[in-house]
C-alpha cells in the first residue's frame, strides 16, 4: 500500500519545493473518481494534490489528469478562477486550494442569480480560449481530430462501447441510441473553431467564496473532463437534467461576456447529442465504479428519462 505522506512528498519534490516542510495531509470529500487531498505546509501554504486510480474506467479516463493540467492552464490565460497548476507528474497532480465551498441548495434566490450571472461571465472567458484539434488533450482516445464530427463522434461510439462492455442498463438498446444520435451527426459540422470545454460544472465543481464579505466564485475546480469542442456541450452540466435556457441570469452574464448562446435547430440538436453523451456516460460509469444500488436507482430513475427526452428530441428533430 502506497503510504500518503511519503506520496505528497514526492508531489513537494517534483514541484521543486523541500519535502521536509510538509505539516499535514487530510482527504477532500466530493470527487467519484481520483483520490484528492489536502496538502498543508511548515508556512500554512496549501495544496490540493490529486491521485489517478488504478482501476479500471471508461476509455476516455485514461491520463485524465493531462487533460485537467491543461483545463487549468488555460483558466489562468483568460483570468478565470480555479487552480492553478503547481506540477504535473502523471499520475499526480498538485494544484493551489481555491477558497470556497461547493455550490449548494441553501443559496438563497437573492445570491443566487448575481451568481449564476458572474458564472456565465466567467464560461464565457472560458470559451475564448481555443485548441489545437478537437478531442480531449489527453489522447485517451486517439489524436486530436482535425473536425468536430470526426472527434465527438468517436468520444460518443467509446462510452457506447464502454455501455456495451461493462453491461451497463440503458434504457434503450446501445446500437438504437447510436442509430438515433447519427441524425443529428450533420449539426455537428456547424462547430468549426476547437473551443475549451470543461464539461463537469455541475453545483460541485463551482466554489462559492464568503472570505471578503461579499459572496462570489470561487473557483471552478476538476477539470479532467476538459474537450477542445462545441461550447454548448457546457451548457449541459450547468444545468444537469434540466435546460439551461431556463437560466436567464447564467445567459445573461454568458451573452454579456461575449458569448454566442443561440438556440436555433442546429444548435438544439447538438444540445441533445451533448446531453446525451453526458446521460450516457452516468449511466454506464456505474458499473467499473461498482455503485451501490441507491445510485442505480437514481440513474435509472432520474438520469435514464433525461437520455430518453434528449433522443426522442433528435428524433423528432422537424419539430424543433
Known amino acids: 500500500m502506497v503510504d500518503s505522506w511519503e506520496r505528497a512528498r514526492q508531489a513537494l519534490a517534483s514541484a521543486g519545493l523541500p519535502p521536509a516542510r510538509l505539516a499535514g495531509l487530510q482527504p477532500l470529500s466530493g470527487g467519484t473518481y481520483n483520490t ?111 473536425d468536430w464530427r470526426t472527434a ?69 475546480i476538476d477539470g479532467e473532463r476538459m474537450f477542445w469542442g462545441d461550447p454548448l456541450a457546457d451548457f449541459v452540466s450547468l444545468a444537469l437534467l434540466g435546460d439551461i435556457r431556463a437560466d436567464e441570469a447564467f445567459l445573461a452574464g454568458y451573452r454579456e461576456a461575449g458569448g454566442h448562446a443561440v438556440f436555433d435547430t442546429p444548435a438544439r440538436l447538438r444540445l441533445a447529442l451533448y446531453r446525451a453523451y453526458l446521460y450516457l456516460i452516468m449511466l454506464t460509469e456505474t458499473m467499473p465504479r461498482a455503485a451501490d444500488e441507491e445510485h442505480h436507482r437514481w440513474v435509472r430513475e432520474a438520469v435514464a428519462p433525461e437520455l430518453l427526452r434528449a433522443l426522442d428530441e433528435i428524433e423528432h428533430a422537424g419539430d424543433l
Not at 466554489?207 to 470561487?218: C, F, N, P, Y
Request: charged fraction near 25%.
Open 36 to 146: 484528492v487531498e489536502e496538502v498543508r505546509l511548515t508556512d500554512g501554504t496549501r495544496y490540493v494534490l490529486k491521485i489517478a486510480p488504478t482501476v479500471p474506467g471508461l476509455r476516455h479516463e485514461r491520463r485524465l489528469l493531462v487533460s485537467e493540467a491543461d483545463f487549468y492552464r488555460a483558466a489562468a490565460e483568460v483570468g478565470v478562477p480555479a487552480p492553478r497548476l503547481v506540477v504535473l507528474d502523471d499520475p499526480h497532480l498538485l494544484m493551489t486550494l481555491c477558497p470556497g465551498e461547493p455550490w449548494d441548495g441553501s443559496l438563497p434566490e437573492a445570491e443566487r442569480g448575481p451568481l449564476r450571472t458572474e458564472l456565465g461571465r466567467q464560461v464565457a472567458r472560458l470559451h475564448e480560449v481555443t485548441g489545437p484539434g478537437f478531442g480531449y488533450p489527453s489522447g485517451a482516445l486517439g489524436p486530436l481530430a482535425a
Open 152 to 220: 465527438f463522434t468517436a468520444m460518443f461510439d467509446a462510452v457506447l462501447d464502454d455501455a456495451r462492455d461493462y453491461g451497463a442498463w440503458l434504457p434503450r438498446p446501445a446500437d438504437e441510441v447510436a442509430a438515433v444520435a447519427r441524425g443529428a451527426h450533420d449539426a455537428l459540422d456547424e462547430v468549426t473553431v476547437p473551443r475549451l470545454v470543461h464539461f463537469d460544472l455541475w453545483p460541485g465543481n463551482i466554489l462559492v467564496d464568503r472570505s471578503a464579505g461579499e459572496v462570489r466564485i470561487g473557483g471552478l
